[in-house]
């Protein structure tokens, strides 16, 4: 028995789509980590996104995972960018405790020209704007929102920004995208997606080791400077030596990769947790969406006597009759 197979335990390898909980006690840190293979593919799969705007959502997709499996009640996690660069909408919705939707809107013809000219990076994607983080309790419950500037910066950098204006943990993600060529069983060639993430999160029992240096609030305030502790010292910089390619390598997968972050320091991994792409919408919804319009956008929304709804996450399509669409209007 290998040390890696003994510090698993019962757990075993989680493999694809599951999101791997872990505990590093001689650093005082906890975190997650996750591929996603399958359940990104059927996700992409159902929208003919450009390679780069695929590349950006499977992103967005992994730090959605990773955010959204913390959460210990039931309610939403979503992450969403408005920006004015070519893509100006990301939203990536995780319902607890498993499913998750993702959708990706775009100009066509600016994708095209920045695919052109090579400006393809999440910055030049994006461009200037806001990335949300929104944990919705349901309907009888507050909503909770933090909001981070797109600076130009990764969706790696912007969500520890995040973490330490909001949160004040300190916070290390790191996230992968990786296109897959290879053949299938028939020997058939195949095109696949693949993501990786992994968040770590200093969390002593003692809080005030927690103390950050603040950020610079401007007209040459460079902040405070507070020493950091030396354990979130080690563990951020053992989290930075992770190549991109270990996070989405299916050879390497979650627990291997914790072994060689951490072993020596006494890793330890708790049950994964599946994850399934898995969309909210439904007929009812849908219906409750024509309840609430006014009559003179209902008779717009008619063509050859039906109104059609697709949804932008899923992409399934919903069919209402004239006679339909009166007898649900009639119950609003």
């Known amino acids: 028995m290998s040390d890696l197979t003994a510090n698993l335990g019962e757990f ?3 493999g694809d789509d599951n999101v791997v909980p872990f505990q590093v006690e001689g650093l005082d840190v906890r975190g997650r980590a996750v591929q996603i293979g399958p359940m990104l593919d059927a996700i992409l799969a159902r929208h003919d996104y450009p390679v780069p705007v695929a590349r950006l959502l499977a992103e967005a997709i992994a730090l959605t995972v990773l955010l959204g499996t913390s959460l210990k009640f039931e309610g939403k996690f979503i992450v969403q960018t408005q920006g004015d660069g070519p893509v100006d909408l990301l939203v990536a919705d995780f319902s607890t405790p498993d ?28 461009g200037s704007g806001i990335l949300a983080f929104t944990i919705d309790q349901g309907a009888h419950m507050g909503r909770y929102q933090g909001i981070v500037e797109m600076d130009g910066s990764s969706l790696e950098d912007i969500a520890m920004v995040y973490f330490r204006q909001s949160e004040q943990i300190p916070t290390a993600v790191r996230l992968s995208v990786a296109e897959l060529l290879d053949r299938d069983e028939a020997g058939k060639p195949r095109h696949r997606w693949r993501a990786g993430g992994l968040i770590a999160q200093f969390l002593p029992e003692a809080p005030e080791r ?19 502790d030396d354990n979130w010292t080690e563990a951020r910089s053992l989290v930075a030596t992770i190549d991109a390619d270990e996070l989405t390598d299916p ?18 991994v708790f049950e994964p ?7 909210s919408c439904s007929r009812d919804k849908i219906a409750g969406v024509l309840r609430g319009l006014e009559a003179e956008e209902v008779d717009q929304g008619f063509e050859d006597g039906v ?17 339909e669409v009166e007898t649900v209007r009639a119950e609003a």
């Open 12 to 14: 075993g390898f989680a």
């Open 99 to 126: 499913s998750l939707r993702a959708y990706a809107r775009f100009d066509e013809e600016r994708v095209k020209e920045a695919m052109e000219e090579g400006l393809t990076s999440p910055p030049d994607l994006l």
């Open 210 to 228: 927690m103390r950050q240096p603040d950020l610079p609030g401007g007209d040459g305030d460079e902040g405070h400077e507070i020493e950091e």
């Open 251 to 268: 050879h390497v997968g979650a627990e291997r990769l914790l072994y060689r972050l951490f072993h020596e320091r006494g890793v330890r």
């Open 273 to 279: 947790q599946k994850v399934y792409d898995r969309c």
């Open 307 to 323: 109104i059609t709804v697709t949804c932008e996450f899923c992409s399934q399509v919903y069919r209402y009759t004239a006679e």
